[in-house]
């Protein structure tokens, strides 16, 4: 190593403490990002390190890649350079909590799972349910904008996501939005940092804005033949004065996966209310379902769970999120089939879409790097017209780096993107090369 | 500095001669919004049809440096749209028809004039509606809702303006029309969207916007409790929020405000109460019927004098008549008031409206509340005399005084309003410089030029375009490089 870079890992421990500062193989290894070894992982005890650690490595001009339980980290294009991982998961605890405001200050690398067990005995909850959620960090949810099923009556983090303290490439502490549920002052900063996978700053501590947890809750399955047929039930239950947590289209793969049956679609529902008005709401879907002559039964809470599993890729596949509008439910649906069937007839496929919204996860697996490129390329083209997209949220790298992950970005925009990028952080010293265009 | 002869020759031909306004007393009307603290005309006003039109203008504004505000009906209540530099004024009045309603989709595209509550109409029928509701939604523009990202006394439930945009077509301030989101959502890339929203014309002119529209709840309640003591009333929303609901609406209005309201309408408030509180809660007819009867009994429970419940829409009219009237019945009191928007964590409610009466003694001038209990948003209204410039001052010394209270609990500076000429300069009490940097900033990279409506949002700064220059942290010394 040489002279310069022993005495920037020096001022890294004088800064995070040696415990705090790994340049040893096996540690630089395990936090690889595609292949690429950092020269140190630092793991900051405090905001304020985060902030002296960044500083650090924009004079020195290190690239930094935060990170928090490394869930994500094959969402975006192989990064450009990397110096430094900067690691989050020390920064987990409550700043400041007070049940009565149903809003929560924490560090950002507290998981979902240790939140929801300091809010349960208060009757609140984070709405957020992305795969994996329990052992991922909020930080890591907001900066990947990741959702789950639960959007359909929560929104995602941009709708909860009320302020944040985050470091500047430069490593100026800063702080955007507010502690109250209210607020319009000043631009909304919280907004611009969600999904930017910290190119425009390290996120360091979030407040939330929380619900309270419904005090019933129940599932349901609604069996039903085609994808054209799961879409116009969808549309009568969003039509009707129901209103569910969830109300998620499932293809025949996860059905399989989850509850083997004779239909290769479903819809599956669930209601959060009090008692009496679930218990009418089970009434009101059973009666939907019966107008279109589906099949309706409940199923317990761990359905979702085991969907979310099924819909998980292991090693070496591929997981697309497609964004398309709910009124194209079963076209987009008929698109994945005909274009997985085109480019590999024995490739496995598994969908699960948020009907009212026209999102879709699609696991792929049993394909090879030329197959997933072509089934991306052909879903881009098909969700193109309508301003829509399709994201490689994971993949091998090698896939990443043939085909843009993110897809095209329309030029007006991206020229504001760039823009800013180019301002807030010139030296490219925050997560270089990994989001749209290579930003 | 006086418009040239060229570019007022060059706006008539892009809109047209009955597109420009030229008068003094034409532009006399543009002067100020709805806070006339603030006046300043533009020396032109442009009426825009179409995008390219707007396009064409900010060009030529941009060529000369010359700035631009926009301005939708003028309802703002911040000192915002309105030309304190001059320049010319882009009203966007005549851009005000619905694009498209689309329906399986539950969106709608508009032109930025369009009325809010127009929209709404316009889908009402199929079931369906747009939840930004501001207090002026029979006047104000989607526009200029987005442009100040505008609450209003359902946000409880609904959210604000922002979380039901999804997208815009924006002229930013180097003149390029950018589409930024749209029907289609979690578009890859920053969300510029949502960072354009409540930026109050700083960065361009919004000239379309893509809103979602609400399936209309099947079932609504309102209930109205009236209390002897605010604290009651306090403590009786806290416990409706720890019993796990959340209303469409929370609202509260204090002794003075009743008072006010009494004896100018038949809202018919109890004459001792001390505070009232009005609940509306919304959805599924069995969770409403549930809730409400809960809400109720809560109400009961911290000593409620009265409550009543709403058992139709005439009696629900008649239960908000008297919050839809407190700003007007409040003259009643004084021939004039200001008005604050300031924002406190809503556990902090008792404490604050504690706090109001001491900073009211203290100044010697009375201060009447009515507010957004549920999300502790506050619209105290500071009465003064304006003959009297005595009395003026003690009622801006009060309001900065509570301004700075609410900021000193964890609040903000504006709730729903938005910040404007108003409040800019109060800005830094919530915000570090590093904060304040990062917002110019992001102006920066839409209007490199500053020509987009100057002066509002964010604190003056420097010529030099740097804004506040922070710190850098620390970082150990001599170590290494």
């Not at chain 1, 890992?9 to 690889?32: C, H, K, L, Q, T």
């Not at chain 2, 001390?274 to 009961?300: F, K, N, T």
């Not at chain 2, 304006?386 to 609990?409: G, Q, S, V, Y």
């Not at chain 2, 030029?449 to 740097?466: D, Q, R, W």
């Amino acid at each position: 190593m040489s002279v310069a870079g022993r005495s920037v890992g020096e001022a890294f421990v004088a800064i995070a403490g040696r415990d705090g500062v790994r340049d040893d193989v096996p540690a630089r290894a395990a936090a690889a990002v595609d292949g690429l070894v950092p020269r140190w992982v630092v793991r900051p005890a405090s905001l304020e390190q985060v902030s002296q650690v960044v500083a650090l490595a924009h004079e020195a001009a290190l690239a930094v890649a935060p990170r928090g339980s490394g869930s994500a980290l094959e969402l975006g294009c192989p990064p450009a350079r990397l110096d430094v991982a900067l690691d989050l998961c020390g920064l987990d605890r409550v700043v400041e909590y007070n049940p009565a405001d149903v809003s929560i200050t924490v560090e950002a690398g507290i998981t979902v799972g240790a939140l929801a067990a300091r809010l349960a005995p208060h009757r609140q909850f984070l709405a957020l349910d992305p795969p994996g959620a329990s052992t991922r960090t909020l930080g890591g949810i907001a900066a990947t904008n990741a959702s789950g099923p639960l959007r359909v009556r929560y929104g995602t983090m941009r709708d909860l996501l009320l302020g944040v303290r985050f470091v500047q490439a430069d490593g100026v502490l800063t702080w955007g939005g507010s502690k109250v549920v209210k607020s319009v002052s000043g631009y909304d900063v919280p907004k611009l940092m969600i999904g930017a996978l910290g190119t425009l700053g390290v996120l360091g501590e979030l407040t939330l804005r929380l619900h309270p947890l419904p005090d019933a809750e129940r599932s349901w399955l609604v069996r039903l033949p085609s994808a054209e047929a799961a879409q116009a039930f969808v549309e009568r239950v969003v039509d009707s004065s129901l209103q569910p947590n969830r109300l998620e289209y499932l293809g025949e793969q996860v059905l399989e996966a989850v509850f083997p049956g004779p239909t290769s679609s479903a819809v599956a529902v669930s209601i959060g209310s009090v008692e009496e008005a679930v218990v009418e709401g089970g009434e009101r879907l059973a009666a939907l379902a019966k107008a279109e002559g589906a099949q309706i039964l409940p199923v317990p809470d761990a359905f979702w769970s085991d969907a979310e599993r099924a819909l998980t890729p292991s090693e070496g596949e591929a997981l697309l999120q497609i964004a398309s509008l709910a009124g194209r439910l079963a076209t987009t649906q008929r698109a994945i089939v005909e274009a997985v069937r085109a480019s590999a007839p024995r490739a496995r496929v598994w969908t699960s879409c948020c009907a009212p919204l026209g999102t879709v996860r699609v696991r792929l697996a049993d394909t090879d790097l030329a197959v997933t490129t072509a089934i991306t390329k052909r879903l881009r083209d098909e969700v193109a017209e309508i301003g829509g997209s399709v994201v490689i949220a994971r993949g091998p790298s090698a896939l990443r780096a043939a085909v843009d992950p993110w897809g095209p970005v329309e030029a007006g925009a991206f020229a504001l993107m760039r823009a800013l990028r180019d301002d807030l952080d010139p030296k490219r010293v925050l997560n270089p090369g990994r989001f749209v265009g290579g930003l | 500095m006086p418009l040239s002869r060229t570019l007022l020759a060059d706006l008539e031909r892009i809109v047209g001669a009955g597109g420009l306004v030229r008068s003094y007393e034409g532009r006399l009307v543009y002067e100020s919004d709805m806070h006339t603290f603030y006046k300043g005309a533009p020396d032109v006003v442009a009426l825009p049809t179409r995008t390219d039109q707007v396009v064409a203008i900010v060009r030529l504004c941009r060529a000369e440096r010359v700035p631009i505000v926009p301005r939708g009906s003028g309802t703002g209540l911040i000192g915002g749209a309105m030309a304190p530099q001059g320049g010319v004024m882009i009203g966007l009045n005549r851009m005000d028809k619905i694009l498209e309603i689309d329906l399986p989709n539950r969106c709608a595209t508009v032109q930025p004039g369009l009325i809010n509550l127009f929209l709404t109409q316009a889908v009402a029928n199929s079931g369906y509606f747009f939840a930004p509701d501001p207090s002026s939604q029979m006047v104000s523009s989607i526009g200029g809702n987005v442009s100040t990202n505008a609450g209003g006394p359902h946000c409880l439930k609904y959210g604000i303006t922002t979380n039901h945009v999804l997208g815009l077509e924006l002229v930013t301030g180097t003149g390029e029309a950018v589409r930024l989101g749209g029907k289609v959502v979690d578009r890859p890339g920053y969300d510029l969207t949502g960072i354009a929203v409540g930026s109050e014309g700083t960065f361009g002119i919004v000239t379309a916007v893509t809103v979602r529209l609400l399936h209309a709840p099947e079932a609504v309640r309102t209930i109205l409790a009236s209390f002897v003591a605010i604290e009651d009333a306090s403590e009786a929303v806290s416990a409706i929020i720890a019993a796990g609901m959340i209303p469409a609406a929370l609202e509260m209005l204090d002794e003075m405000m009743i008072r006010a309201i009494n004896e100018g309408s038949n809202a018919g408030y109890p004459k001792d109460a001390a505070a009232v509180l009005l609940i509306e809660l919304d959805g599924p007819l069995a969770e409403v019927m549930a809730q409400s009867e809960r809400a109720a009994q809560i109400c009961w429970e911290r000593g409620a004098l009265e409550v009543r419940v709403a058992r139709d829409d005439a009696e629900r009219a008649l239960l908000w008549k008297g919050r839809k009237e407190a700003a007007g019945a409040v003259g009643r009191l004084a021939p004039t008031y200001l008005l604050q928007d300031a924002v406190v964590p809503r556990s902090k409610l008792p404490t604050i409206m504690r706090e109001l009466i001491a900073i009211g003694a203290r100044h010697r001038v009375r201060i009447a509340n009515v507010f957004h209990a549920g999300d502790g948003n506050l619209h105290p209204l500071i009465l003064y005399d304006d003959r009297d410039p005595e009395e003026l001052e003690r009622a801006k010394a009060a309001n900065e005084e509570l301004l700075n209270a609410c900021i000193a609990m964890g609040g903000t500076v504006t709730g729903e309003h938005g910040v404007g000429l108003d409040k800019a300069k109060n800005l830094p009490l919530q915000y570090a410089d590093a904060d304040l940097n990062f917002m110019y900033r992001l102006r920066r990279a839409f209007d490199p030029e500053t020509i987009m409506n100057p002066g509002k949002l964010l604190p003056s700064h420097p010529a030099c375009g740097e804004g506040f220059r922070p710190a850098r942290p620390r970082v150990p010394d001599g170590a290494w490089i």
